[in-house]
């Protein structure tokens, strides 16, 4: 017996509820035969003849072929999507020329003299490609491609059907699936699901999970490395010089203010605050002396001594009597007075004010600074005729104590009278500007 083959066209998915071996004909609005002897690349080996039928095609040698002398058996339906559109007329289908063989090609005269379909699958007598499965038809077989392969060994490229949710893997026959960096595969092999990387605890501080990745942020007082996961402190004192009054420490995540001796750290916990040594009992001086607090500081006076001429007049005067010669030309009393100045304080500034305490009649005074100003950092400024202020021309810079001579000079022409009085200001000034 002649060989034959049958070889078809599987599309990735029927159109329109076609069964196999047709194709969906969108004017006819109906499903139409597809001539494999015409679409299929050389369907038939050797010298076999491509027969076209509905649904599928023949393969016969040259020299068996002839018209049938009788009309064409019928043949069952196989197609698993159930039957087609009505086929319209046949082609004939060729028959065994010689007289002794009753019956047509694909069919052997059985023991009841009928003629009996030849199940070239089991017989192995088929030529379907081993990437094929062999389908009995009677008079014939189908090759069938089996999943994922095209005709003639070609497979499918499933990956251009986006089987994969995210990458995609061609194989012969199959495909695979994989994600991207951040996603894990689901249980159905196809889909892809994120990875939440905080579980792992990646970051220094605190982790949010995005899709398909994470990002690390840090708390207050830090930033995030070059790395992206970890945090490095901030030097807030690097920023400005600002931030303290004095002193910036940096510290992990934040910085501190501190103040030199003498002064401690304000609410604000930036600016310096003087401590009053004096009213906390946190000084040296003695029962005897009196202690006198200045910015950043203190110091402790002694008891006034008077010298003579002069005679103590009260616990911070003294006063040369008029009735001793030796006081004659000397100021009438001296009054010692203390205060405190900030180094590099702003100028101009009024600092002190003295005034005449007794008034004489057809009396004016004059204020004047008689010694102590050698630098010129200060000078007197007449604000009424019994009053004048002490002003800082120029800043001064501490630690220093300067003594200052003020002297009001009183002239009363009336009773030909000539006296002055002396206010010997000792200013402490601080070594820091605060």
């Not at 004939?92 to 009928?114: A, H, M, N």
């Not at 089991?122 to 090759?143: K, L, M």
Request: proline share 8%; charged share 20%; with cysteine.
């Amino acid at each position: 017996m002649g060989n034959v083959l049958c070889m078809c066209l599987l599309f990735p998915a029927p159109l329109q509820g076609c069964r196999e071996g047709f194709v969906y004909d969108r004017r006819a609005r109906q499903c139409i035969d597809v001539d494999e002897c015409r679409t299929v690349p050389d369907p038939c080996r050797g010298d076999m003849r491509c027969v076209n039928r509905n649904g599928g095609y023949l393969c016969m040698t040259q020299s068996l072929y002839s018209q049938p002398a009788y009309p064409e058996p019928s043949f069952p339906d196989t197609s698993p999507l159930g039957p087609g559109p009505e086929p319209g007329p046949g082609p004939s289908y060729p028959i065994v020329s010689r007289p002794s063989t009753p019956c047509v090609l694909g069919y052997t005269l059985g023991e009841d003299g009928t003629c009996v379909d030849i199940d070239e699958c089991e017989a192995q007598s088929h030529q379907c490609n081993p990437t094929q499965v062999c389908i009995n038809t009677a008079g014939g077989y189908t090759c069938s491609c089996t999943e994922g392969f095209w005709p003639v060994g070609q497979y499918i490229d499933e990956c251009r059907y986006g089987y994969c949710q995210q990458l995609c893997a061609n194989l012969p026959g199959s495909y695979s699936c994989s994600c991207n960096p951040g996603f894990n595969l689901n249980t159905d092999s196809r889909t892809c699901q994120d990875i939440d990387e905080c579980e792992t605890d990646p970051c220094t501080h605190g982790c949010l999970n995005t899709y398909g990745s994470f990002m690390c942020n840090c708390d207050e007082g830090f930033e995030l490395a070059a790395d992206g996961t970890t945090c490095t402190d901030l030097d807030e004192c690097s920023f400005s010089d600002f931030l303290c009054q004095h002193t910036c420490l940096n510290t992990p995540g934040s910085f501190s203010c501190a103040c030199p001796p003498g002064y401690y750290v304000f609410e604000d916990g930036r600016s310096c605050e003087d401590l009053n040594e004096c009213d906390s009992g946190n000084n040296t001086c003695t029962t005897a002396q009196v202690c006198f607090n200045f910015q950043g500081g203190y110091t402790c006076l002694d008891p006034l001594i008077c010298q003579p001429p002069y005679i103590e007049f009260s616990d911070n005067q003294c006063m040369c009597p008029a009735e001793n010669p030796a006081c004659r030309d000397r100021p009438f009393t001296i009054l010692y007075r203390h205060m405190d100045l900030s180094s590099g304080r702003s100028v101009p500034a009024d600092i002190f004010q003295m005034q005449a305490t007794t008034r004489y009649p057809g009396a004016f005074y004059i204020f004047q600074i008689k010694s102590g100003n050698e630098g010129r950092e200060f000078y007197m400024r007449q604000t009424s005729n019994v009053s004048a202020t002490l002003v800082l021309a120029r800043p001064v810079r501490g630690p220093k104590t300067v003594v200052l001579d003020l002297e009001m000079v009183t002239v009363n022409n009336v009773i030909n009278f000539r006296g002055s009085s002396i206010i010997r200001l000792t200013i402490f000034v601080s070594e820091h500007p605060f």
